[in-house]
């Protein structure tokens, strides 16, 4: 995911102890390692583009970055959606269970640990398909509805100014997805993260004719990513996330796919998804079927 020396893999919440952390979470190029990148204004993560691996691991940026007198830490997630085999949301729980998971002997921590997350949304993206929703369903199984107001929805990738037509069809969109948050995540944050300068990419950075251009380009790109930052630590929490509240008495790590919000929600995802494909296969899929609307009742009357 990037030089060892920037980040550490993020094995157990207690690897953040009395570190104030800033969860990142998204599809899979929705900008997650690039604001990260644009925070510190050096190449820390590697960013996923084209024909780029995911980000296949949950890290932490080994130094903080200061936010208005806060040392936050910033940690990278698993894009879902993504190629690799532990980006399909089952994965993506079983990860965050682990991380949360105390285990037998030791006692969990309650404090907050997890001040903000911010949630990335490509503008460019179809806001509003089923892949879309169902990860905004995970990220309110994760968090609780209790703690959406420290949760910042973060729309990236924006046209330029100069691409008017482009620009007009990234607003309908915002507008279209404003509304949607605004049902389903009450009291949550809704930000721009690059609408008025746009971003070039990499490649396009590099053919600026000077080097001072790419350097104010480069401190805008940043100053967006220090703004978002301190709106969301306005609000930043003062308890613990839903997870961190609901594994605090597990003694067994698998039972948590069905003690949990975040375990149950990925397990009726799946299903949607074995029925999906029961329905297309007229030998077995009456039998299937049938298996599967009796497990999700009992998952969904769990829920």
């Known amino acids: 995911m990037g030089d060892v020396k920037n980040v550490t893999e993020l094995k157990t919440i207690g690897d953040l102890q009395g570190k104030n952390a800033v ?3 998204g599809k899979t190029r929705a900008g997650k390692s690039t604001f990260i990148n644009d925070a510190y204004m050096k190449k820390v993560v590697e960013s996923t583009k084209g024909i780029t691996p995911d980000t296949n691991e949950i890290s932490y940026v080994n130094w903080p970055i200061l ?65 879309n929703i169902r990860n905004l369903e995970m990220l ?31 607003e309908n969109t915002f507008v279209e997805l404003e509304k949607k948050i605004r049902r389903d995540f009450p009291r949550a944050s809704m930000l721009r993260l690059d609408d008025t300068t746009g971003r070039l990419d990499e490649e396009e950075l590099n053919e600026l004719s000077s080097e001072a251009e790419r350097t104010r380009k480069e401190q805008e790109y940043h100053n967006n990513t220090m703004r978002v930052l301190q709106k969301l630590l306005k609000k930043r929490a003062t308890r613990p996330i ?6 605090k008495n ?17 397990l009726l995802h799946l299903i949607e998804d074995l029925e999906r494909a029961a329905r297309g296969n007229s030998r077995t899929g009456g039998i299937t079927s049938y298996i599967l609307a009796k497990f999700r009742k009992w998952v969904g009357f769990k829920l």
């Open 23 to 25: 969860l990142l979470f």
């Open 67 to 131: 936010v208005d007198d806060h040392d936050v830490f910033l940690v990278d997630t698993i894009g879902l959606g993504g190629s690799g085999e532990d980006h399909d949301r089952l994965s993506f729980a079983w990860k965050w269970l682990s991380i949360f998971y105390s285990g037998k002997d030791r006692k969990p921590d309650l404090n907050p640990i997890v001040r903000g997350i911010l949630y990335f949304i490509d503008i460019m993206d179809n806001a509003m398909n089923e892949d």
């Open 140 to 170: 309110k199984a994760l968090v609780g509805e209790e703690m959406l107001e420290s949760v910042a929805f973060v729309t990236t990738k924006w046209a330029t100014e100069g691409d008017q037509m482009m620009r007009k069809r990234n």
């Open 250 to 266: 597990c003694s067994f790590l698998p039972k948590a796919l069905l003690t949990t919000t975040l375990g149950r929600t990925s």
């Open 242 to 247: 839903l997870i961190q509240e609901e594994m």
